[in-house]
């Protein structure tokens, strides 16, 4: 329920837009409250505001709410208003790569940047206050490998392990290189089931992920089990293998492919232990 209208200011509009657990409102939101007020007075409140560091733009026409134990970073954890961001985007989404990874408990390599699979058209990375969120483009988003995780301020959506793990290979460059991909692969295998590898990933995976996949699985982390089951589960799909390289730009020539994946073994993979 709103407050009473009459006499409000926008600073006791934003605290009580907190008290109900909100942590970020549209400025489409408060024309329509404050529709009394002049745009160059409601420019001029919010600026204010934000010198007082109540609040910051975090969007053109998005603002976060800054409660006391974030006021000092200036920013909130995007956990807190990733949702609601993307909500007013109106674009689908999930939580990706190394920080999905450290939500199934693969958190070896913490993540210094927040990466966001979403639809096209691209969004520029969000850069605020120390935070970088980069926003990877795919052409649709699968719902039924979305997980939501319970957070202060709502839900997220996030990756299932089993298209994390892809993610993983398939976006290796956007997180360090193949090495690191397998770092993280290797501890997310902990939480992988066999089973985890259904129709829905194998048919919006790309094949040459699931057969760097499913080759890293068996020699570079010795997980024979998730191996199988990946490769009978590409088998009953049915899904061609053809030779790719292990290394998307290594060489290939004078490369072996005598495994079960076709991948080229291009280059030594090395875990970090």
């Not at 609601?84 to 693969?106: D, I, Q, S, W």
Request: glycine fraction near 6%.
């Amino acid at each position: 329920m709103e407050p009473v209208k009459a006499n409000l200011s926008l600073e006791k509009w934003v605290e009580h837009q907190l008290s109900q657990g909100k942590y970020g409102f549209a400025l489409s939101v408060l024309r329509i409250f404050f529709d009394e007020q002049t745009e160059i007075a409601l420019k001029f409140a919010l600026k204010r505001l934000a010198d007082k560091g109540k609040i910051v733009s975090v969007y053109k026409g998005y603002y976060l709410i800054l409660p006391p134990q974030y006021a000092s970073k200036g920013i909130l954890p995007p956990s807190l208003f990733l949702d609601t961001l993307m909500k007013f985007l109106e674009r689908p989404y999930y939580v990706a790569l190394l920080n999905a990874a450290a939500y199934h408990g693969a958190s070896h390599q913490q993540p210094q940047e927040y990466f966001v699979m979403t639809t096209f058209p691209v969004l520029r990375a969000t850069c605020k206050k120390g935070i970088k969120i980069n926003y990877v483009s795919v052409k649709h988003i699968p719902e039924k490998l979305l997980e939501q995780r319970k957070t202060e301020a709502g839900y997220l959506n996030i990756s299932n392990a089993a298209l994390t793990s892809t993610d993983l290979i398939q976006f290796e460059k956007r997180i360090g290189g193949l090495n690191r991909a397998t770092t993280v692969l290797n501890e997310l295998a902990e939480v992988l089931q066999p089973t985890d590898f259904n129709a829905e990933l194998l048919e919006y995976a790309p094949a040459t992920a699931l057969q760097r996949l499913g080759y890293l699985l068996e020699f570079a982390c010795g997980k024979s089990e998730l191996a199988d089951g990946l490769y009978d589960a590409m088998g009953k799909h049915p899904i061609n293998f053809f030779r790719i390289p292990l290394k998307a730009s290594g060489k290939t020539k004078g490369f072996s492919s005598e495994n079960r994946w076709k991948v080229i073994v291009n280059t030594e993979i090395e875990i970090d232990e």
